[in-house]
């Protein structure tokens, strides 16, 4: 097993670049099964999830090409509407080829998917959105099992509560049905609005991205979109966030560039609240030494509310700020494990029911703690960034999903960290 070893108490300082988003393009690169001709995708993140698509993909039959930081696909020749388990199984987004398979095949059968875990997250929406449009859906033997014989029908889907991935998967898939398909309740998130921009830029028919109603006119089975080339995959808004509050938990300056900084409205807001001195300039988020911040109570929810992904980065600085800060989990109830594992580090916090009391300490100190899904794992990194002595943080194969080039950008951050690599 690999894990990090890091020493703290060093202030960050620098410049680093923000990544392409690993969810944005994780979502764009199965959309491409809904594509006839080569698709070019400039950004994409060099992370293990996205690595797992291209492989899924290139299993499925299509053609892969990858260069520095740009994928080029093409589907024309896929052979198989299966996905198997050996792929899906790694990551949640997997189940985004469910849909187009379905759409292009008139059938899918698709492993169920795998990933963090931190509590439960159903594909219910996915399934009842796949049944409004008409397809018989079951599971068994640990797959889902979806037929279309005669195509898919556009239809009026209401989710009942906002869903990232559901929403996705439903846009995608309405592309290749007859007549029109409208989303109500739909998500609103950058990522959506940047997988909506990408259908577009190959041809689709799409209205009220970014908005909580999206209308997808459908092309029918063998209404495929046209080929694109270098559209270029929105910057990780969770990334940027990550740097943010390394520069902010070591009480450091870091520049973090190419970010969207209105895609971070709520947690650059919470910050400065908490008392932390940042500018925005352009797409540059910069961080200046703040000293010992403020606690201040937060509430995870969709966007733009403050992310899900944030909280256990926000849990680990505000470990370390004076007097008390509540955290509520509105989206993962159960997201939580990482805070077990800063109380390994001297941090003071009770968990209860979708909640955590966080009791500000002065200081953390360095000791062995384990990383159970992604952003948990990079909050116990920040955390030990701050921490004295050294720390060793397992897990660093959820780390390696969705953060390309961490442990180089930290250490030209400054940060004395180093990557070991056991039998």
Request: charged content about 25%.
């Amino acid at each position: 097993m690999s894990f990090l070893k890091l020493r703290g108490g060093r202030p960050l300082k620098g410049k680093v670049r923000v990544s392409g988003a690993k969810n944005a393009a994780l979502a764009i690169l199965p959309a491409t099964i809904v594509v006839k001709g080569k698709v070019s995708i400039a950004n994409v993140p060099k992370v293990a999830d996205v690595e797992t698509m291209l492989g899924l993909l290139k299993e499925i039959g299509a053609e892969v090409e990858e260069r520095e930081g740009e994928v080029a696909v093409s589907t024309d020749s896929l052979k198989t509407w299966e996905a198997p388990y050996e792929y899906v199984s790694r990551m949640r987004a997997s189940i985004y080829v469910l849909g187009p398979l379905l759409a292009r095949f008139g059938r899918a059968r698709v492993a169920l998917p795998g990933g963090c875990s931190f509590g439960p997250r159903p594909i219910n929406f996915h399934i009842h959105a796949l049944q409004a449009m008409g397809a018989k859906v079951r599971v068994e033997y640990g797959y889902v099992i979806a037929e279309a014989p005669n195509g898919l029908k556009g239809t009026t889907i209401t989710f009942e509560r906002k869903s990232v991935g559901a929403t996705i998967h439903t846009m995608t898939t309405a592309i290749l049905a007859e007549g029109e398909t409208t989303i109500e309740n739909a998500a609103i998130e950058p990522e959506v609005v940047d997988v909506a921009r990408f259908l577009k830029r190959c041809g689709a028919e799409i209205e009220g991205e970014g908005t909580d109603r999206i209308l997808v006119k459908g092309r029918g089975r063998d209404g495929f979109l046209t080929g694109c080339d270098s559209y270029s995959v929105i910057p990780d808004r969770i990334e940027a966030a990550t740097f943010v509050i390394a520069g902010l938990i070591t009480d450091g300056e870091v520049e973090v560039s190419d970010a969207v900084p209105g895609h971070l409205t709520a947690v650059l807001n919470k910050l400065k609240e908490a008392g932390a001195r940042l500018t925005v300039e352009g797409d540059r988020i910069v961080v200046r030494p703040s000293g010992r911040l403020s606690g201040r109570d937060v509430e995870t929810a969709p966007y733009p509310g403050f992310p899900t992904d944030v909280q256990p980065l926000y849990m680990a600085l505000m470990t370390v700020a004076k007097g008390v800060s509540i955290i509520r989990e509105g989206i993962y109830p159960d997201r939580f494990k990482h805070a077990y594992e800063l109380m390994r580090l001297g941090a003071s916090i009770d968990v209860g029911d979708g909640y955590a009391v966080v009791k500000g300490v002065e200081r953390l100190t360095g000791a062995p703690v384990m990383g159970s899904d992604l952003r948990g794992t990079a909050a116990l990194v920040l955390a030990g960034l701050r921490a004295e002595g050294e720390t060793s943080v397992g897990g660093y194969h959820h780390l390696a999903r969705g953060y390309e080039n961490f442990v180089r950008k930290m250490r030209d951050l400054g940060a004395e960290i180093s990557l070991v690599e056991e039998p």
